[in-house]
């Protein structure tokens, strides 16, 4: 059960935009910290209270940390299908995905974490909002924040203007930002789960063998030929959004996303610069730290 009232975050800095390279080298540069953490099993030395975000993805669990400074000190991720579309389809297996991780993070830290802010995609019912906060309380984790997930992103961002695109395994979020407030949120039911089912249909491979070979790095430029229709679909969803705003940068994260090419569709379907930071799939994760207001 809840223990308290959450806090809806929409903190969001205000510095230059990211296609400024000073500022796309920061945001890089925390992203590649935060990789680098989770791959090596270790901690940074940190100042202040510790800050813990949960991120229940389509395709991945992350379990972020960062210090006072929003600086990233530790990680830890697990590949999982206990969440469909923003949804907990296996509500003992994400909990128990959420326990793991959370040990295996205390035992790098060498401390106790009980708080953490988690994240949701826009459009999400109030009732899935509850189950997702269940799952992480059931893991011994105090719900303090929830966020929507392209706010989070624009945390790590650091933008003020623009529209945040968070490409999911089975949903796609859009922000707007406008002098560094949230004015418009949606959710689309797609992104890499529709990919794989696109490639699945194509190669005729089961589900779980089309997922395999379209994380194959050896293979992405065949495979993103094959689903590049479905990039031009999620391109063309976003540009009836965000056509009545004034945008002119489209900001991409999420694991789907990964793609060499994928922002190159994006501004050409939209018309739009589009911009794609290192490692997009942990933004979103560590956004959702650094709004755990402790």
Avoid at 97 to 108: A, G, Q, S
Avoid at 137 to 155: G, K, Q, R, Y
Avoid at 160 to 178: E, Q, R, Y
Avoid at 258 to 277: A, G, L, V
Wanted: with cysteine; aromatic share 6%.
């Amino acid at each position: 059960m809840l223990r308290k009232k959450w806090r809806l975050g929409t903190n969001i800095r205000k510095i230059a935009k990211i296609g400024d390279s000073v500022e796309l080298k920061n945001c890089n540069q925390l992203i590649e910290e935060f990789s680098e953490l989770i791959k090596n099993k270790r901690c940074n030395h940190y100042e202040g209270e510790l800050k813990v975000g949960v991120d229940l993805g389509t395709a991945n669990i992350v379990l972020s940390v960062v210090d006072s400074n929003n600086k990233p000190i530790a990680g830890a991720m697990y590949p999982s299908s206990v969440v469909k579309d923003g949804i907990v389809v296996d509500y003992i297996g994400a909990t128990r995905v959420v326990r793991e991780l959370k040990d295996k993070v205390e035992e790098i830290i060498g401390i106790p974490i009980t708080k953490a802010a988690i994240a949701i995609p826009p459009g999400i019912t109030k009732g899935n909002t509850k189950v997702i906060a269940n799952v992480v309380e059931s893991a011994d984790l105090e719900v303090i924040n929830v966020i929507d997930e392209p706010t989070a992103a624009s945390c790590v961002l650091g933008i003020s203007d623009g529209a945040v695109v968070d490409v999911g395994g089975g949903t796609t979020g859009i922000s707007i930002i406008k002098d560094g407030k949230v004015v418009f949120t949606a959710d689309e039911p797609t992104g890499g789960t529709h990919m794989t089912l696109v490639l699945a249909g194509f190669m005729k491979k089961t589900f779980e063998e089309a997922e395999k070979v379209k994380k194959d790095k050896a293979q992405e430029r065949d495979v993103f030929t094959i689903v590049k229709p479905v990039v031009e679909k999620m391109a063309s969803i976003v540009n009836k959004y965000i056509k009545e705003y004034d945008v002119d940068t489209i900001y991409v994260v999420g694991g789907a996303c990964c793609f060499s090419e994928f922002e190159k569709i994006f501004t050409r379907e939209t018309k739009i610069n589009t911009i794609k930071p290192i490692d997009p799939l942990l933004v979103t994760p560590l956004g959702i730290a650094m709004n755990c207001n402790i």
